[in-house]
């Protein structure tokens, strides 16, 4: 009897919680899973995505031994004690993969909660940021240096994108509380700038799509439709 088929090697799976992520923050699962990886997230937002990926994992195991149990039960087989062996080994696995899913997507759910409530309360919130701002804030995300010129005195900041941003306008972010830089360092050597946690929610805010409904649940390749199987 042929082996056991290995994982195949996938980002993420689709879990049953996307929808109510993608609604709760106005970003589709991919754009959040970016945004953690370049830092824009707050804490709480941040806390939410490194559930999600855990959960994610837990829920390509579900789908891998899916796919296994409806192969072997395929008839592609010998029908014998061999396959039966196999069969049964496969559906206590199934099962583990879903106790694992499920205990995952209840701490994805307790992560979620609070930001689905912020979201509620601030639904009619303070002004948002203007469009200028919130390109100088997603540069500065990238990694961002406040720089004085040895020659002339000036300074400016330059993001490691190549963007510049004015030192007026890092002044008037620094007032706001939305970045901070690093005075350990000396300017002339380039000062690190950096959002604080009030920055990246503001960010975050500010670039969230408005939504009315929730988003439909896409189907990704390489993933099953479903995301609960019947327990034996």
Request: neutral net charge.
């Amino acid at each position: 009897m042929p082996p056991e088929p290995t994982p195949t090697p996938a980002r993420r799976a689709v879990s049953p919680l996307d929808h109510r992520i993608e609604a709760a923050t106005g970003h589709d699962i991919d754009t959040l899973w970016a945004y953690r990886d370049r830092g824009v997230l707050d804490e709480p937002h941040a806390h939410l995505v490194d559930r999600h990926r855990e959960l994610a994992k837990t829920q390509t195991g579900v789908v891998f031994y899916l796919k296994l149990l409806n192969r072997l039960s395929s008839g592609e087989f010998h029908v014998d004690d061999a396959l039966f062996t196999r069969i049964d080994r496969t559906v206590d696995q199934l099962e583990q993969a879903t106790d694992a899913r499920d205990a995952a997507a209840r701490t994805v759910t307790a992560a979620l909660e609070p930001i689905e409530a912020a979201a509620t309360a601030s639904a009619h919130g303070a002004s948002p940021l203007s469009t200028d701002d919130q390109a100088a804030l997603l540069a500065i995300a990238g990694g961002a240096k406040l720089y004085e010129h040895l020659l002339t005195g000036r300074m400016s900041v330059t993001a490691a994108s190549g963007t510049r941003i004015p030192h007026a306008k890092l002044q008037r972010l620094e007032d706001a509380g939305l970045v901070v830089r690093d005075t350990g360092h000396p300017v002339h050597a380039g000062q690190p700038v950096a959002l604080t946690d009030t920055g990246r929610a503001a960010l975050f805010a500010a670039r969230r799509t408005p939504t009315t409904q929730a988003p439909k649940l896409p189907v990704r390749p390489g993933t099953s439709p479903s995301t609960s199987p019947q327990r034996r």
